[in-house]
């Protein structure tokens, strides 16, 4: 079993800031677990990145380019 780093709470909220005036359990588990795989994707591309430019470090413009590409 892997741990959730990502509040049910806050996949809530961003719903909520998206429109919804309800959310059910099962939308914010959805939403969580699709985040996180999206996030690992995108934070390995980043580091990739970061390992191209001969850096350790992992830094917003990594980030950035990996969001773009």
Do not use: W
């Amino acid at each position: 079993m892997t741990r959730s780093i990502l509040p049910l709470a806050a996949m809530e909220k961003l719903l909520k800031e998206a429109g919804a005036s309800r959310v059910s359990e099962d939308a914010k588990e959805a939403l969580k677990d699709i985040l996180e795989e999206y996030s690992k994707e995108l934070g390995k591309k980043a580091v990739n990145f970061s390992k191209h430019s001969g850096r350790k470090t992992v830094k917003a413009a990594d980030v950035r380019l990996a969001y773009k590409h």
